[in-house]
């Protein structure tokens, strides 16, 4: 709750035609996530507002030398505590995150295939890129 508020109106006086493009904000407790990106236009979107959140996770599976974005991942962060901060199903390939600063670890599922990944967050515009391997049965 502390940055979107902000955001979201920042976003709709600066960048009308983008922020038109960003899907509606959602809350796991007091986390505020916007998660999305299918389509070029949604996923030029969230490119441009990246910068103005704590953390930004981006999903994709490797298929021969390019790699595609995917969809319906399940994200798990914990903090260092090792309590639970947020449990959210991205439905795109772009999740941008009103996180507090700190350490966490994130686990990224996508297929049975967990990945992780540890982030200290501390200001605006950290990234973490999840990228799984080609499927060898296609």
Known sequence: MRLWCALAIGLLGALPTHAQQLPPVHFYFDTAYMCGGIGSDEAESFRTAQANFPLTLNFGQQYGDRTAFIADIQVVMRDNQDQVVLNI??????????????????????????????????????????????????
């Open 89 to 138: 199903n991205s439905n795109g390939p772009y999740c941008l995150l009103d996180i507090d600063p700190g350490q966490y670890q994130v686990y990224s599922t996508y297929e049975g295939q967990t990945l992780r990944q540890d982030i200290t967050v501390n200001q605006l515009g950290h990234r973490l890129v999840f990228v799984w391997p080609e499927d060898p049965n296609q």
